[in-house]
Structure formats: structure tokens, C-alpha cells
């Protein structure tokens, strides 16, 4: 780049437009439909003489797909440029009830290593019911940078409306959007503006390290989670599939949130539909493995269990909403098979297992994607969490012993069979029930 800038104001990638509520129909209906079609399927594969062939067939190409996304080089991070002028940031927070942590992160981000005068804290208080007003009024009386919006009553759209709310007030050309329990290093900004630099990226995701990941099974667990997950999502991108946002600790290019139209109101995981809309509108995410965004993990299973049934509806529900431009390859070819496979992998391949153990059971024989599930849903995890976990300690300059990293992957393998159960629940539901499910407050250990 010769005027040594960022390209922060060009165009949308992708034309025409998206029609984003066409979609967004009887989400009941296709959810019955297509738990029901898995379930018929499943079983005519027991009772036709070339199910094991083809059950076989099926399993191999996403083997295949699985050894391509191992052996996948993955791309060095980019290094950052000064630009003449930095780009004005603005920095979100969306708190409700948050009292315990909130000033702690207003804190560090009102203390960041970047020019005072190009980036602005906007704290959303979304009515909260402590003493979370209170504290925000206070700190902006001593932050300049710390602009406060208090939601009134009526206010609706939950933290995709509260985010839309502000996005009108607020400068930034880039727009990072944190949990009140995040962490972060004062330079991490500098990191993030070198993504950037090239014109496809509308978007990055910081990885997520749980701080409290000594406390117990839970938190140890989730902190093989995150490995695994920022493993995934690194070969995935570097093969030119799809990157995704957590949101905590997520910045998107304002002109790409525009093309997006803001944030979906009527959907429970804001991060996860707008991975969708950003990719179907032409544009790149990328994972920043280093420095992570810290963030608390639950520490108790009735917390985890609200929260992954959250994850595992607000997941699904995005494929059911954009199915139909999915299906028209507006990604690329790349994208689309790379979110397909992770669709069956994730969503498809836990509830189908269901079916095939009955039909296994009643039929007396061998269950007919057993080969899948060992190879997908227990040797491309143990895998990627060792390689993650590894990772994550080599970019922070730490060294682990290998009986420690065994323990820890050992850890993360049991504790990722819970989706096994949360995620055939959640499609179920989602087929029998019309009402989605409501946001839990996640609790911080100082609420405890």
C-alpha cells in the first residue's frame, strides 16, 4: 500500500443486496423437516442391502475433507503497518447486570496503547437492574473517551438491538464489540488494524482464553474448547473456508456491517448470524490468535447447560434462516462446501446418531456411522485440541510439559461429549416447540 493507509471505506463486495428477511420463516417447520428427513434417511440406510456401502461412501469424503483440513498450511499473522492517519475505532460494551465486572473492563479499555483522540468506549446499559448505571455514569465522569446509553423501557432486540441503537452515535470506522467480563493487553489494537490491511476482511475474531480455567472440570474443559475451536477456525480460513465470530472480543469494518444492515434482532447468538451475513455479502473473517481476549467460563453445569443450548439453537437457527442464499453458492465454492461440512459435522451427524443406534439395536448389527462419529466427532477433535492447546502456549512464549498438554487434551475430549447430548435436544426442541429460547444471564465469580 503506497499511502501507507487502511482500506476501510470501500465498497461492498458483494451486489445485489440481500433481502435478509426472506428467510426467516416458519423456523419450526424446517427444523421438523429436516430432523424428520435425517431420522427416515438414517434408517432406510439399515434396511436397503447397500446402506453400509453407502453409509461408508459418505463417511470417506468427509475423512477426506477432515486429512485436507489437517495437512492445510496455515497463514502467519500479518504484520501491521503504520498508517499516516489511524483509523478511528469505537470500542462497545453491551452490560446488562453487570456490576461486578463492568469497571474493570471500562478501565482497560479507557487505558489502551493507541492515539486518545482516534478511538471512543460506548458502555450500552440495557436496563439493568443492579448497579451497573450507577458505575457507568461514574466512570464517564472520569473517562473522557466513555460515552454511556442507557436503554429505556420498551426497548427491544435484546444485545443485537442494543448494538444497533448505538451504532448510529457511534464514529468508529471499525467497530469492536466485547462482554463486560473481557480482558485484554493495552497494544492488542495494533494487531488487530494489520487483519485490515487487506480489503477483504470485514471482520476478525480474537481468540478466547478462559481466565479462570484452573477453577474446576468446567473451566478446565472450556479452555481446551477455545484451543480447539481457534485450531479449527485457523485451517479452516487458510484453506480458504469460513472464519467466525465469538462475540466477545469481535471487530467488524463498518462498511461491511452496513452491507449486513446491522445486527439480526431476531436472533439469539448475534455473532453467529452475522458470520453468515458477512460471508453471503462477500467478505472475509479472520481469526487473531494472538494477543487473546480473556473472558470467565461457567462454572457450573446448570450455567453450561444454559448456555450451550443458547449456542447450539442460535447456531442452527442461522442455516435455517439463509438457507436459500447458502444454497446459491453466493460464498464461493470453498466457503459453501467448508460451511456445509461443519453444518453436518456440528449439527447433523450428533441427532442422526440417534436413529442409527436404535436401528442398530433392533436390526442386531453394527451401528452404520460409527465410522463417521470416531473419525469426525472423536479423532478430528482429540487431534485439534492437542494441536490448539499446543499452539496457544507457543504464541504466549510458554512451555508445556507434554504430560501436562496430554492432560489437558484428555480433559478437553470428555468434556466436548456434552454436545453429543445439547446439541439432538436443541434441534428437537426447536422442531416441536415455536417459542426460541430466552437469553440466561451468565453469572461472573464475583456474583457467586
Known amino acids: 500500500m503506497t499511502d501507507r493507509s487502511l482500506p476501510l471505506t470501500i465498497e461492498n463486495p458483494t451486489e445485489p443486496t440481500i433481502d435478509w428477511s426472506i428467510g426467516m420463516g416458519d423456523r419450526r417447520l424446517k427444523a421438523a423437516t429436516i430432523l424428520g428427513s435425517l431420522w427416515v434417511g438414517v434408517a432406510a440406510l439399515h434396511l436397503i442391502s447397500w446402506g453400509y456401502i ?33 483509523p478511528f475505532i469505537s470500542l462497545a460494551i453491551a452490560a446488562k447486570n453487570e456490576a461486578a465486572v463492568i469497571t474493570s473492563l471500562v478501565e482497560s479499555l479507557c487505558s489502551l496503547d493507541y ?27 472520569k473517562y473522557p473517551q466513555l460515552q454511556v446509553l442507557h436503554r429505556t423501557e420498551g426497548a427491544t432486540g435484546g444485545k443485537s438491538g442494543a448494538l444497533n441503537q448505538v451504532l448510529s452515535l457511534m464514529q468508529g470506522e471499525i467497530i469492536g464489540v466485547f462482554d463486560a467480563d473481557a480482558q485484554v493487553t493495552p497494544d492488542f489494537l495494533y494487531q488487530v488494524l494489520a487483519y485490515f490491511q487487506a480489503e477483504t476482511v470485514g471482520a476478525i ?112 437457527q442461522r442455516y435455517l434462516d439463509y438457507w436459500d442464499a447458502i444454497a446459491s453458492n453466493r460464498m464461493g465454492t470453498k466457503k459453501t462446501l467448508d460451511l456445509l461440512s461443519f453444518l453436518s459435522i456440528q449439527y447433523l451427524l450428533p441427532p442422526a446418531g440417534i436413529p442409527d443406534f436404535l436401528m442398530a439395536l433392533w436390526l442386531k448389527h453394527p451401528p452404520l456411522l460409527l465410522p463417521m462419529t470416531a473419525a469426525l466427532g472423536v479423532a478430528l477433535p482429540l487431534w485439534a485440541t492437542w494441536v ?61
Open 115 to 141: 492515539p486518545s483522540d482516534r478511538y471512543e468506549v460506548w458502555a450500552i446499559d440495557d436496563r439493568s437492574s443492579d448497579r451497573t448505571p450507577e458505575i457507568l455514569d461514574r466512570l464517564a465522569q
Open 54 to 86: 453407502l453409509a461408508w461412501a459418505i463417511a470417506s469424503i468427509f475423512c477426506l475433507r477432515a486429512l485436507k483440513l489437517v495437512a492445510t498450511k496455515v497463514d502467519p499473522p500479518p504484520l501491521f503497518i503504520p498508517p499516516q492517519t489511524y
Open 388 to 448: 490448539g492447546l499446543r499452539r496457544s502456549y507457543q504464541q504466549a512464549n510458554r512451555t508445556v510439559s507434554i504430560a501436562r498438554l496430554f492432560s489437558q487434551t484428555a480433559i478437553g475430549s470428555l468434556f466436548i461429549l456434552h454436545w453429543l447430548v445439547v446439541m439432538p435436544l436443541a434441534i428437537a426442541r426447536m422442531a416441536i416447540f415455536p417459542k426460541r429460547l430466552k437469553w440466561v444471564k451468565t453469572l461472573r465469580q464475583a456474583d457467586l
Open 205 to 316: 475474531q480474537l481468540r478466547k482464553a478462559i481466565v479462570n480455567s484452573d477453577t474446576n472440570f468446567l473451566t478446565r474443559g472450556q479452555r481446551a474448547e477455545m484451543a480447539l475451536d481457534a485450531y479449527l477456525q485457523q485451517q479452516r480460513t487458510s484453506g480458504g473456508g469460513i472464519g467466525e465470530l465469538r462475540g466477545n472480543g469481535q471487530f467488524v469494518r463498518r462498511t461491511a456491517l452496513d452491507s449486513c444492515d446491522g445486527w439480526n434482532e431476531q436472533t439469539i447468538t448475534d455473532d453467529l448470524d452475522l458470520t453468515i451475513r458477512l460471508h453471503l455479502t462477500g467478505w472475509d473473517i479472520e481469526l487473531m490468535p494472538y494477543p487473546p481476549v480473556g473472558e470467565e467460563g461457567v462454572t457450573t453445569f446448570k450455567a453450561l447447560w444454559h448456555q450451550r443450548n443458547r449456542w447450539a439453537e442460535g447456531g442452527f
